[in-house]
């Protein structure tokens, strides 16, 4: 079937350590790519988000996310996590051929220690 | 500006029982959307609605489920006999309409439904 797939549950890094989120999509044809947040007690945020041009996008609070459209990944990255950081980070697809819904991936909990 | 709206914040109802709950989009987005968000499951796709447009309900996982939207503005999901696996979160979105193919969607702070 296809799906998004985000390959971490649960990650778990100490302040200023570099973090990587994978998310593969099974979607071929149009796809717009997205990253969503949602921090304790909060409602989903939007991150960033990819649409065209450039693969490599950079959103708000100094993530940025990467399209590598030959191998179906929109990976997220921060160079320097902060302990405010920690939060449940979401990868949504919205595919031409499914219809305009978003198709979440399962989600992956960052935990930041200070 | 004011972001989508959701009421009740939180709903706890006895198994059987119906409940509704309501979405207040973004003033100008004629898209709406629902889904639902639970343990183990993530994030659902349940209904959309676009305009005066027919709604897509591929999503709905039962017949117990409906939704409809108002004047194409005020949305409500009803859930009949509810079970205890409709416990989750329901969340709305809306974006703008158009090419709704490339419109981003705002996210409400969902309603949190318990079925006891």
């Known amino acids: 079937a296809q799906s998004v797939s985000q390959h971490n549950h649960h990650v778990i890094l100490s302040e200023a350590a570099s973090l990587e989120l994978g998310c593969n999509y099974s979607?071929?044809?149009?796809?717009?790519l997205f990253w969503y947040v949602q921090y304790p007690g909060q409602h989903l945020q939007l991150l960033l988000k990819y649409f065209s041009g450039d693969p490599l996008v950079k959103g708000i609070k100094g993530f940025e996310a990467e399209f590598i459209k030959s191998k179906f990944s929109f990976n997220l990255r921060k160079p320097s996590v902060q302990w405010s950081d920690t939060a449940e980070y979401f990868c949504a697809v919205n595919a031409r051929q499914a219809g305009t819904a978003l198709i979440f991936g399962k989600g992956t909990t960052l935990s930041v220690s200070s | 500006g004011a972001g989508v709206s959701q009421s009740p914040s939180n709903k706890v109802t006895e198994k059987g029982k119906d409940v509704e709950l309501r979405c207040d989009p973004i003033?100008?987005?004629?898209?709406l959307y629902w889904y639902r968000q639970s343990l183990g499951q993530g994030l659902e796709f349940l209904i959309y609605f676009q305009g005066n447009s027919a709604p897509d309900k591929s999503g709905l996982p039962s017949d117990r489920f409906s939704a409809e939207r108002t004047g194409g503005s005020v949305s409500t999901l009803t859930i009949q006999r509810t079970q205890q696996e409709d416990s989750a979160v329901y969340l709305c979105a809306s974006s703008l309409g158009g090419r709704v193919f490339y419109n981003e969607q705002f996210f409400g702070p969902g309603t949190r439904l318990t079925v006891l």
């Open positions: 979607y071929g044809g149009t796809v717009n």
């Open positions: 003033s100008g987005h004629t898209a």
